[in-house]
Each structure stands twice: as C-alpha cells, then as structure tokens.
C-alpha cells in the first residue's frame, strides 16, 4: 500500500550498492513492475499474484524479459499432493490446493527466468534447507533455482548446491543476526570446490 516509501527504498538502496536488487513483495501488475524496475531494481520477484493470475508472468516476460522475472513458490508438505508439496501464499498462511512442482513447470512454460522455492516448514528454523523440495523443483526445470529457507550454518549452504541442486542460495537470518557472513560462506564454497561469482 506504501507504494512511494518503497520506492524511495528501492532508489537508495540501488544507489549505494554494486549488486543486482531483486525487489518483491505486493509486486501484483505490470506497472508495479515497471516502477520497481525503474526504481533502480534489476529483477522483481513475484509470488501470490503470480498464482492468481498465472498470464502475468507471461505479460511479464514478454514486456521486461524472462531475466528480469524471479518467481518465488512458497510450499508445506501435503501428503495430498503428487509431488508432496502444495503451493501456499499470503507469507505461508494459506493453501491453494495446487502441486508445488508441477506449478514450477508451469512458471517455466509461461516465461519465468528464475524459480525461487521456499519451504515454509523449514524457513527461518537455521536447521537447513529442504533440499528435498528443493531437488524436487530443480530436477522438474531447467531454469537456475535458488535454495531458501533454513540456512543456519555453512555445510547448509554446500548441500543446498550439492543435495538440492541449487544454482542460487539465499538466506537471511545467519546474515542479520552475524552468525555468519557472506565472505565466509563463499571463502568456504570455494574451497570446496564450487564455482561462486562476485
């Protein structure tokens, strides 16, 4: 609703880093999109609007580009499903009835660039990530996929590329809380053998 303040947080947050900003959160239409954009970030992540209204990622493709668009899918465990995981949205709080992997092929056939899946039964626990759900998303596209959700030490990290077959790792709370920071985790990454850019 704040849509000017977050903005203004995109403008100075863009001026005063050397990395590309992926931007998310209430991103619901192409203009959000293109204001973000023009804000200063270099990708936008969509998630809830995206499964409401699947041809906006479509739209969204073929007016910004397919790099430009990360398409995070927020999932519990349900036995109920094919894959075992269900889609839910609205931070985590509510179940759509729909298959998390087959969603991510989904995102893949309509234009997304990247598939960005969280397991809200593990976020924010530091206990690890789902590589489980993770494996299960990377191995259903072909697009680069990021680890999220439960990185709490820098074997995590390791295993999120090598078990869960991550191209990208995200975490949030090691690094907010100084647990560990990102030159540790990519000094240890390296010296085990991965390839880590910047």
């Not at 991103?27 to 699947?54: H, Q």
Request: hydrophobic share 40%; glycine share 12%; net charge positive.
């Amino acid at each position: 609703e704040n849509r000017k303040t977050r903005l203004e947080w995109v403008k100075n947050v863009s001026s005063v880093i050397h990395i590309p900003l992926t931007v998310g959160g209430g991103i619901s239409t192409l203009e959000d999109i293109e204001l973000v954009l023009n804000a200063g970030a270099k990708k936008i992540s969509m998630n809830s609007a995206a499964v409401k209204n699947p041809d906006l990622i479509k739209q969204a493709a073929r007016r910004f580009g397919k790099e430009k668009l990360t398409i995070a899918i927020d999932a519990r465990r349900n036995k109920g499903m094919p894959s075992g995981f269900e889609i839910v949205v609205s931070g985590g709080t509510k179940p759509v009835g729909k298959d998390a992997v087959a969603w991510a092929k989904e995102c893949e056939n309509l234009g997304a660039g990247v598939i960005l899946p969280t397991s809200m039964d593990g976020d924010g626990t530091q206990a690890g990530y789902d590589l489980e759900f993770t494996r299960a998303i990377s191995e259903a596209v072909s697009l680069p996929v990021v680890a999220s959700g439960g990185a709490g030490k820098l074997e995590h990290f390791y295993e999120g590329v090598i078990k869960g077959g991550a191209q990208i790792l995200l975490a949030a709370s090691v690094f907010h809380y100084r647990i560990l920071s990102v030159k540790e985790v990519k000094s240890y990454l390296r010296a085990k053998g991965l390839q880590v850019d910047m």
